[in-house]
C-alpha cells in the first residue's frame, strides 16, 4: 500500500471531502488523524477507520493556536511522526459584497488562511525534524476563478495558491513539498447549502442555480466527487521528488480549464 507508516493529518475530516480523503489515507496503509471542530464527530470517523493504532479523533479549531499546537503536538506524541498535511477544513457564505458582514468576513477568512498558516507552521517543524513531509491544501476553482457573491470565499483561495507556493519554496531544503487541489463543486453539505441561499440571492430556482451557475461551465453537467478530490490528494501526498511542489491541480469536470 502507498502510504504504509505514513502519518496523515486532516483537518475538518469528520465529514465531506475531508472524510473521504482520511479514508482514502487509512485504505492506502495510513495511520491517519482527524482533526475537526466537532470533535464527536472526528472520534466517530477515527472508530470507522479502526481507532487506537490506525486512527485518532482530535478537536481542534484550526483557528485556535493554542488548539492547533495542542493538538498537532498530540498527533504527533501518538503516532510519532507526521508525514502529510491536508488543510481542508473550510465554510462557506454567500452574499454580495456591498452587504457581506465584516464579522462573516473575518471568519470565513481565519477558517481557511489562519487556520491553514496555523496547521502549516505546526506540521513544518516536525517535518523539518523529519527531513521529509507532504502538505495539500486543498483550494478551489476559486482559486483561479471568481465568481459572485463569494467575496471572501475567493480572496482565501486565491490565497492558498500564494502559501503553497512560499512552503514549496522554503521547504524544499528541508524535503517538504507543498500543493493546492483545487475542486470544482462537489456535492457535499457545504454546497447544499449554498443552493438555496444563491436561489433566493440571484431570483432564481434552485434547479437553475445547480444547472445555470454552479455546472454551467463543466463539460458534462456533473458535480466533482469527493472521490474524485481524495484521488487527487493522495496523488500530490504520494508523489515523493520536488519536481511536484508549488503546484495546483483542478479537479472539476473541465469547468476551468488551464
Not at 493556536?65 to 511522526?81: C, D, K, L, P, Y
Request: aromatic letters at 6%.
Amino acid at each position: 500500500m502507498r502510504f504504509d507508516g505514513k502519518v496523515a493529518v486532516v483537518t475538518g475530516a469528520a465529514s465531506g471531502i475531508g472524510k473521504e480523503i482520511a479514508t482514502e489515507f487509512a485504505r492506502e496503509g495510513a495511520k491517519v488523524v482527524i482533526a475537526d471542530l466537532n470533535q464527536e464527530g472526528a472520534d466517530a470517523v477515527a472508530d470507522e477507520l479502526g481507532g487506537g493504532i490506525h486512527a485518532i479523533g482530535i478537536g481542534m479549531d484550526v483557528t485556535d493556536e493554542a488548539q492547533v499546537q495542542t493538538g498537532m503536538a498530540r498527533a504527533i506524541e501518538h503516532f510519532g511522526s507526521l508525514d502529510i498535511l491536508v488543510s481542508n477544513a473550510g465554510i462557506q457564505t454567500v452574499a454580495p459584497l456591498e452587504d457581506f458582514d465584516f464579522n462573516k468576513w473575518r471568519t470565513l477568512l481565519a477558517i481557511h488562511l489562519d487556520g491553514a498558516f496555523l496547521t502549516t507552521r505546526a506540521a513544518l517543524r516536525q517535518m523539518y525534524k523529519q527531513k521529509s513531509g507532504s502538505i495539500v491544501y486543498m483550494g478551489s476553482v476559486h482559486s483561479k476563478e471568481a465568481s459572485v457573491l463569494k467575496a471572501p470565499y475567493v480572496t482565501a483561495k486565491h490565497g492558498l495558491i500564494g502559501l503553497a507556493k512560499v512552503v514549496a519554496k522554503e521547504g524544499a531544503a528541508h524535503g517538504v513539498r507543498a500543493n493546492v487541489v483545487c475542486p470544482g463543486f462537489v456535492r457535499t453539505p457545504l454546497v447544499e447549502k449554498q443552493i438555496p441561499e444563491q436561489a433566493k440571492e440571484l431570483g432564481i430556482t434552485e434547479e437553475q442555480v445547480i444547472k445555470n451557475v454552479m455546472l454551467k461551465e463543466t463539460v458534462d453537467g456533473e458535480f466533482t466527487t469527493v472521490q474524485d478530490v481524495a484521488a487527487a490528494v493522495l496523488f500530490f501526498a504520494g508523489f515523493e521528488s520536488n519536481a511536484l511542489t508549488g503546484q495546483s491541480l483542478v479537479v472539476s469536470h473541465g469547468w476551468f480549464m488551464q
